[in-house]
């Protein structure tokens, strides 16, 4: 059975169990949740050495990092060392989406190689087989051909899967209707599309939902329900197209959830600060509160080589009205592939995003550390904040460049630091 089948029917395993243990709840919060749907627990039954991801309503905030190669950048042990740089940063996720190079080597090396929850984009799989191995276009692709993608990574252990199922025909027609101004911005929204304009027919992912659900289940996947309308621009934020979709998902869900199979929604994209809580809570009601996985979102389109920072601010928005898992953004995004100072950069400001959102809402033990780290800094204890950190290395690299006097603060205040003052203040 799936562990969705194992809370419905009042058992509690071993994988809540570890679940309740990192997030310091009872394991019968972790059954229950997940027997409403308003928890998954992303674990692959292939992936041997991965940890148990909790996600959802209640719990903290996780956070996801996108790496993968491209076809102008192959290499597979750059992919490797971002895949252990977002681990040793905080993220809890990875999702590999490379399109170049050894594609089925990195994904399989970072499943072995990290203990973390790993995603995947299947249908990137299938268009690489299609156009490499079978020499033919990815519009002639089959639909034995995009479910063999699917069966190749769920074999390999992906513990959650993307898979674009509410790009529909209908959808098209009213994004067309509608009109926007950057249209389709997601990859496997795309290629979906021009598989269907080129075919005409159906999006095989929203056809035989079915014949997903049998895979799905058999491992014991997360389904990732994609969002294929995602808007790439504030301009197309929450348009008729997004909803459509959306309430495309929300129907999806409750077939995957009746099937026995986990289910977690993908949400905007590029959205004004005005209208994500607006995002959340439609996402909520539609989807009858499955975990909301958001890929920012960020709040303005003019910050290229800052847009870890737009979307740190969406995403702690976000976070804070209800979303439960972040995707996190590089500085290099609609730049370049990230390199690995990428990498740390986006996981540590999607964090940040995440930790402030977490105290906002309440989740249990958020604020300790806070405290703790008041604590030290009222002390003047360097090593209690480093290890407090959230990027210890950077901490202790920017104390460590300013040399400081015997007066033991930090260089802003020198000897008039208020800390001291307070200090000889109080025992007078």
């Known amino acids: 059975m799936t562990q969705l089948e194992y809370a419905r029917r009042g058992l509690i395993t071993e994988q809540m169990q570890i679940a309740a243990a990192a997030e310091g709840v009872p394991p019968e919060f972790i059954r229950a949740g997940l027997a409403a749907g308003t ?84 249908l990137y799989q299938a268009a690489l087989d299609a156009v490499r191995v079978k020499k033919k276009a990815i519009v002639d692709m089959t639909v034995d051909d995009i479910f063999a993608g699917i069966i190749k990574h769920a074999e390999d252990g992906v513990d959650f899967i993307t898979v674009h ?122 989807c009858h509160g499955a975990p909301f996985y958001v890929l920012g979102p960020l709040v303005t389109d003019i910050a290229p080589g800052y847009d870890h920072i737009t979307c740190a601010i969406g995403g702690a928005i976000a976070a804070a ?18 390199d690995v100072q990428d990498v740390r950069d986006g996981v540590i400001a999607s964090r940040i995003a995440a930790h402030a959102a977490d105290i906002a809402k309440g989740v249990r033990g958020a604020m300790d550390k806070d405290i703790q780290m008041a604590k030290c800094r009222k002390k003047l204890d360097w090593e209690g904040q480093f290890a407090l950190a959230l990027d210890e290395d950077k901490a202790r690299e920017f104390r460590a460049n300013s040399p400081v006097a015997d007066h033991g603060a930090c260089t802003m205040c020198g000897e008039f630091c208020a800390y001291k003052v307070m200090d000889d203040a109080m025992k007078r």
């Open 165 to 286: 199922c509410g790009v529909t025909r209908s959808t098209v027609e009213r994004m067309k209707n509608e009109g926007r101004v950057m249209d389709v911005v997601s990859r496997g929204g795309a290629f979906t599309i021009e598989w269907m304009a080129y075919n005409r027919q159906e999006n095989p992912l929203f056809e035989h939902f079915d014949k997903l659900l049998d895979i799905t289940k058999e491992y014991d996947m997360t389904l990732s329900l994609g969002d294929g309308f995602r808007p790439g621009c504030l301009a197309d934020a929450t348009d008729r197209a997004q909803i459509q979709e959306l309430i495309i998902l929300g129907e999806l869900t409750q077939r995957a959830q009746e099937a026995g199979v986990q289910v977690m929604i993908e949400g905007p994209g590029h959205v004004p600060l005005n209208q994500i809580q607006a995002n959340i809570l439609l996402q909520k009601r539609l």
């Open 321 to 338: 009205a209800g979303a439960d898992f972040l995707c996190y953004v590089t500085p290099s995004e609609h730049l370049r592939l990230p």
């Open 39 to 122: 928890i998954v627990i992303c674990h692959n039954i292939k992936h041997a050495n991965g940890n148990p991801l909790p996600v959802g309503t209640g719990l903290r905030t996780k956070i996801n990092a996108n790496i993968g190669s491209s076809s102008d950048d192959t290499d597979m042990q750059k992919e490797l060392e971002k895949a252990r740089t977002a681990v040793k940063y905080g993220a809890d996720a990875i999702m590999d989406l490379s399109t170049g190079g050894p594609v089925d080597e990195i994904r399989r090396a970072v499943v072995a190689e990290t203990n973390a929850c790993i995603g995947s984009v299947p």
